[in-house]
T-cell receptor, first 112, second 112 residues
Framework: DVKVTQSSRYLVKRTGEKVFLECVQD?????MFWYRQDPGLGLRLIYF???????EKGDIPEGYSVSREKKERFSLILESASTNQTSMYLC???????????FGPGTRLLVL | RKEVEQDPGPFNVPEGATVAFNCTYS??????FFWYRQDCRKEPKLLMS???SGNEDGRFTAQLNRASQYISLLIRDSKLSDSATYLC?????????????FGGGTRVLVKP
């Protein structure tokens, strides 16, 4: 079974803090994704990566950056957290030949 | 206009009944289509792919209408465990690989 894990299930941070969200997958997938999910807006793609050290902007990259130093790990960074970044963050992975994405359990981030 | 639109519901369904709902997509270049299921406070998981000829998986039937740009999901003999949010997902292959776009989800509540 594919396993995608995320470093925290719940996180509370203060405005202006730097926040790191980590995602690890164990299926040797090339592709990894970060989404945020908000009520009424569905899942929105923040950033994705198709290879180590490679990143592409998704639909809402502003206020975020990412890092992919190893194939299995994809990190999402909030350089200076703001209250409008309070959300559920979901990481996913897939291989290029697959259209299916496998999701981690999500991190609920609250920015005060 | 959102790329993928769904009725948010909730659809309140008596146990044993049939429920059906649609999803419309705006990008005619979309190539493949999926239904994902998301339980409360959990990550999305692939329910089934949707192909041009439509397909069935047990009590679930998915249909695609390319001319009208919608897909549908029908659940027969609803079980309490079918209560979830159903996400319509559309894939468009680009130079960088597959890009999934998610609808906001349709919530289904199956009641005894």
């Amino acid at each position: 079974d594919v396993k995608v894990t995320q470093s925290s299930r719940y996180l509370v941070k203060r405005t202006g803090e730097k926040v790191f969200l980590e995602c690890v997958q164990d299926m040797d997938h090339e592709n990894m994704f970060w989404y945020r999910q908000d009520p009424g807006l569905g899942l929105r793609l923040i950033y994705f990566s198709y290879d180590v050290k490679m990143k592409e902007k998704g639909d809402i990259p502003e206020g975020y950056s990412v890092s992919r130093e190893k194939k299995e790990r994809f990190s999402l960074i909030l350089e200076s957290a703001s209250t409008n970044q309070t959300s559920m963050y979901l990481c996913a992975s897939s291989s290029p030949s697959l259209e299916t994405q496998y999701f981690g359990p999500g991190t609920r981030l609250l920015v005060l | 206009r959102k790329e993928v639109e769904q009725d948010p519901g909730p659809f309140n369904v008596p146990e044993g009944a049939t429920v059906a709902f649609n999803c419309t997509y705006s990008n005619s270049a979309s190539q493949s289509f999926f239904w994902y299921r998301q339980d409360c406070r959990k990550e999305p998981k692939l329910l089934m792919s949707v192909y041009s000829s439509g397909n069935e998986d047990g009590r679930f039937t998915a249909q695609l209408n390319r001319a009208s740009q919608y897909i549908s999901l029908l659940i027969r003999d609803s079980k309490l465990s079918d209560s979830a949010t159903y996400l319509c997902v559309v894939n468009k292959k680009g130079a960088a690989g597959n890009k999934l776009t998610f609808g906001g989800g349709t919530r289904v509540l199956v009641k005894p």
